[in-house]
């Protein structure tokens, strides 16, 4: 199976700072990143997400960074809250033909104050 | 929309039952996912329906695991004989027609807790 490799595991950021979460692909085929997040007891929810056409999307707080060339992207959570406290998933599949989503094993956020 | 709804939410069972879980996906999707999500492995996809049929069931782990959709609105997920190492939070997403441009949008269930003791 396509891999996408995440990091780190965990991470705890003080309330205010900025979150920094990296994932790696392999597949160049690959042409859309979606991050998705996910509170205790929830379902994964979609939160942003990138085509390599663009090598920045930002949403409010939430900015996803994409370098097409290393095969890399990353979220960017800035003036991080204790609300933003959850996992964070990264993604990656190939438009044609709706494959599935492969998904990082995601990041657990813990936003202190 | 109410979402894609599971149910049961948490399921207790003894190890050699059957477990059958459901999913109800969001009305006019046609693709159905299952996924299974440990602290160890993460989410690992199970298999997949594209307008009912399934279309990759790769991901399940063994024959001890079956999937159904009768109809757009319905699948199970069943186990038997359930085994401890079972014991996992499994969910089910939907999503969009493709043509649309958000057929990668899926849409994630509040999913089951499976404890196989």
């Known amino acids: 199976q396509q891999q996408v490799k995440q990091s780190p595991q965990s991470l705890i950021v003080q309330k205010g700072g900025i979150s920094i979460i990296n994932c790696a692909y392999e597949n160049t085929a690959f042409d859309y990143f979606p991050w998705y997040q996910q509170f205790p007891g929830k379902g994964p929810a979609l939160l942003i997400a990138i085509r390599p056409d663009v090598s920045e999307k930002k949403e409010g707080r939430f900015t996803i960074s994409f370098n097409k060339s290393a095969k890399q992207f990353s979220l960017h959570i800035m003036d991080s809250q204790p609300g933003d406290s959850a996992t964070y998933f990264c993604?990656?599949?190939?438009?044609?033909?709706?494959?599935?989503?492969?998904f990082g094993k995601g990041t657990r956020l813990s936003v202190i104050a | 929309d109410a979402g894609v709804i599971q149910s049961p939410r948490h399921e207790v069972t003894e190890m050699g039952q059957e477990v059958t879980l459901r999913c109800k996906p969001i009305?006019?999707?046609?693709?159905l996912f299952w996924y299974r999500q440990t602290m160890m492995r993460g989410l690992e996809l199970l298999i997949y329906?594209?307008?009912?049929?399934?279309?990759?069931d790769s991901g399940m782990p063994e024959d001890r695991f079956s999937a159904k959709m009768p109809n757009a609105s319905f699948s199970t997920l069943k186990i038997q004989p359930s085994e401890p190492r079972d014991s996992a939070v499994y969910f089910c997403?939907?999503?969009?027609?493709?043509?649309?441009?958000?057929?990668?949008?899926?849409?994630f269930g509040p999913g089951t807790r499976l404890t196989v003791t």
């Open positions: 329906f594209n307008n009912n049929v399934p279309i990759d």
């Open positions: 993604a990656a599949t190939q438009e044609a033909g709706n494959t599935p989503l492969v």
């Open positions: 009305s006019g999707h046609d693709y």
């Open positions: 997403a939907s999503s969009p027609k493709s043509y649309s441009g958000r057929a990668y949008e899926q849409y």
